[in-house]
């Protein structure tokens, strides 16, 4: 997943796309609240809604997309299409020293994520193959997808990312280290012969890792609340499916702790600031997903109403309106362009998540639903039209989007 | 010189006679290692501002006078030639060797002293002590570095170099060379205005950038490091004092209004809480105090600082050489804050993809690695940047004490003089002052040239010299 984005093209991927967004509609519903205008936080034209049913009644009919066998197909492709595809070396225009590259010996042998553009791509779209071929194991590219994991995870190339990443300080952590343990856990639970070998493969990685992350989050001051890779909401939210699988209890003890210490005072959230031009996951959302793992139910319902605003009013607008990505075209806009359609995916999921946790007569459940399904559509939509900036890696969040709690049909 | 130095003159015997007021020394005064602002124990909070006060301890900040000017002319000396290190950092998947570029010494400038920005502020430092102090005996030393550095060939190395380089050193470096460029202008000197003609190009090219840098800028980094764009931006201003550039200066001031002028409580709780050399909160309302006139001033500082007697301002009323902080930041606390600029330069020849590491909106992930190599706090201190040796604890506490130093200087000057604040902001220079040039006596500083940089600020900022 990349990482680009100035903010001139933050401001030019806000801008209304009316005609885009015709397209996009599904057209059911009523006037669709108007896109969000100019920069995050500016007045949107229309008036904000009276109550929540208002903004419900506003929203367009969505069918959330699922994943079902020829899905499953494509979305494999898109993994298998990038997994030994070696990432590009660093920029070597240099100030005083000129660097020269060549792939490190052997690399087949001795390490696992050198596709899919960058590492912690590599790493999800492991998981990605895993987890289609573990839902559908008779998926015709189901025989590739298990020689790729045998060359990727075997025992020496386990052992070669372990030791690099020994030597490698902050690289990777937060966000690589957390699809790690995400990987890990997808494997652990695979009751597959092959799924138990490699499972074998990576514990020593995954433990190693998982003592760094529980060190890494008691000692960190202050959350890093950013909408991309060093989320610290987001990187715990996704090892607590580790620490579940796993029953990894001292990783738990240092997340709730963590969590509890960065979160639990919050009010309020910025929503109307979101998204920046690059983000690829939402820090509100993300954060009240993660509390919602944290804290006893009944406290984090009461935490939730002082954290979130009301969903009808116009601080929550944004979140409510999958961001048009349709007019970014030119090459370097590729990259920013690619974090705002998986954006969609990230709240999609993290919306499900909340709904699920909301009591049934809750009227914020339905919004959230709707809402995610509006994203997930949109995600879809947008999936190719980023090239390899998106294909390296939005199948991994299509997915992810996907296995969260959907609204029944 | 600011325009307003002359105005500063007074500033040092003022704060000498407060000295010697008879203030008592209470708990401040006393200098034991301040533990991590958040957990200091609950601290007294003083009734009003003429309590707190009196709670401060005298402080003395010795002018600089040619003795000192010749010793911070000595870390530059020793620093220009001195190559920047190879980046540290071992790519994932890749082997990697490295050669200088060719003719490094011709084609480009600013390659020494850790890191670009310091090279350049380092070479600031000799040109402001040699313009003010002209029988340096290391005069002829200076020139001859000065020669060999800003020579026309360097400088269109330089120019080439930056035209592909991205957001490398933006926008700090690039502020660092227009002040550069302000003091070679201005300096009555037939090969100072040799070297100004040198630079002017790249100046010229800086400031074109910067402009278009500041007006596309949605939000301020603030960061407590030479990132935040407060910070930043009060540097362009010296620039503008200096030159009268108007086109810079109105959009410094424009883009400074854009961003700040609607911040209210800063979050002075959580200055300080690991080393850093620059203070969120007092650089933002230093640099509002330039760009805003003075009532609205001290309408907006009312809402964004804190009463200085209270609980809540005191991470602000000292700073402790020695303190340990508990080490590492939660990366920047503000959401979606302005992209750093990348430990390495893009490279442009590369499709997109190269870019991810160079001109992300978050620090690309060689300087993750770089700033993990490094000990806690490390990366706070300029010279930490881009591989070069960390700066240490202690020397990155001395560069907050000058930081602040500089800022309740210029605090001090945009209030009424009726206001009462006046005197404390006085008080909290001298004191900040005070205590980094103790630090300067500390052999960490002789691995930072850019404590001497940050020194020289101050101490012409407030007229003291001799």
Known sequence: MTRTMTPAMKRRAMRPRALGLAVLVLALGPALPAQQNGSPGAPTANPPFKDIDALFKSLPAAKAPGLDKSQALWLATMPLACLDRPQAHPPSRAYLWEATYKPVDDYQKNLAFYGCFDWHSSVNSIWTLVRLVKSFPDLAVAPIVRQKLSRHLDKTNMAGELAYLKGAGAFERPYGYAWILKLTAEITDWKDPDAQKWAANMAPLAEWTSKEMAQFFKTLDRPNRGGVHPNSAFAMYLMLDYVDTIKDEPLRAAIVETAKRFYEGDKTCETKTEPAGSDFLSPCLTEAALMSRVEERKAFLSWLDGFLPAMYSPDFKPLTEPVETTGLTKPERLAGKSHLIGLAFQRGAVMNRLADVLPAEDRRAGVLRRLAALHGVKGMQGMHDAGYFGSHWLGTYAVYYMLSPQMPH | ?466
């Open chain 2, 1 to 466: 010189m600011s325009p307003t130095s002359a105005h500063g003159r007074w500033l040092l015997p003022a704060v000498a006679l407060l000295a010697t007021a008879g203030a008592a020394r209470m708990p401040l005064a006393q200098e034991p290692p301040r533990p991590p602002a958040q957990n200091a124990a609950p601290a007294p909070e003083f009734k009003d501002v003429d309590a707190f006060l009196a709670s401060l301890p005298p402080a003395v900040v010795k002018p600089l006078e040619p003795q000192s000017a010749l010793l911070f002319t000595a870390l530059p000396l020793a620093c220009l030639d001195e190559l920047q290190p190879k980046p540290p950092a071992r790519p994932y998947f890749w082997d990697v060797t490295y050669k200088t570029v060719d003719n490094y010494d011709k084609t480009r400038a600013f390659y020494g002293c850790s890191d670009w920005h310091t090279a350049v502020n380092a070479t600031w430092t000799v040109v402001t002590l040699l313009k003010r102090y002209p029988d340096l005996p290391v005069g002829g030393l200076i020139r001859e570095k000065l020669t060999d550095h800003l020579g026309r060939l360097n400088l269109e190395g330089e120019l080439s170099f930056f035209k592909d380089a991205g957001a490398f050193e933006r926008p700090y470096g690039y502020a660092w060379l227009l002040k550069l460029q302000s003091e070679l202008a201005n300096w009555k000197d037939p090969e100072g205005t040799r070297w100004a003609d040198n630079v002017a190009p790249l100046a010229k090219y800086f400031a074109d950038s910067l402009l278009a840098f500041l007006v596309d800028l949605d939000r301020p980094n603030k960061a407590a490091t030479q990132a935040n764009t407060a910070f930043a931006l009060g540097l362009l201003l010296d620039y503008v004092d200096v030159t009268h550039d108007s086109t810079v200066g109105r959009v410094t001031s424009d883009t400074a209004r854009r961003l700040f002028q609607s911040d209210t409580s800063c979050a002075t709780e959580t200055e300080a809480a690991s080393p850093e050399m620059v203070s969120p909160c007092l650089a933002e309302a230093a640099l509002m105090s330039r760009v805003l006139d003075q009532s609205t001033f001290v309408a907006w500082l009312d809402k964004f600082l804190p009463p200085v007697f209270s609980v809540k301002f005191r991470p602000l009323a000292s700073v402790s050489l020695d303190a340990v902080g508990t080490g590492r930041r939660g990366g920047r606390g503000q959401r979606g804050g302005a992209p750093s600029a990348p430990a390495t330069p893009p490279q442009p020849k590369q499709p997109p993809a190269g870019g991810e590491r160079g001109a992300g909106a978050e620090p690309p992930k060689t300087q993750e690695a770089q700033a993990a190599a490094a000990p806690p706090g490390g990366g706070a201190g300029p010279g930490g940047g881009r591989g070069g040796p960390p700066a240490s604890p202690r020397a990155t506490w001395t560069g907050l004490a000058f930081t602040r130093a500089d800022a309740y200087t210029r605090l001090a000057r945009a209030l009424p003089a009726a206001d009462k604040r006046v005197t404390v902001f006085q008080r909290l220079a001298a004191i900040h002052g005070e205590k980094g040039q103790q630090g300067l006596a500390d052999p960490a500083a002789f691995d930072a040239p850019w404590l001497g940089t940050y020194a020289i600020s101050y101490l012409t900022l407030t007229g003291g010299e001799r």
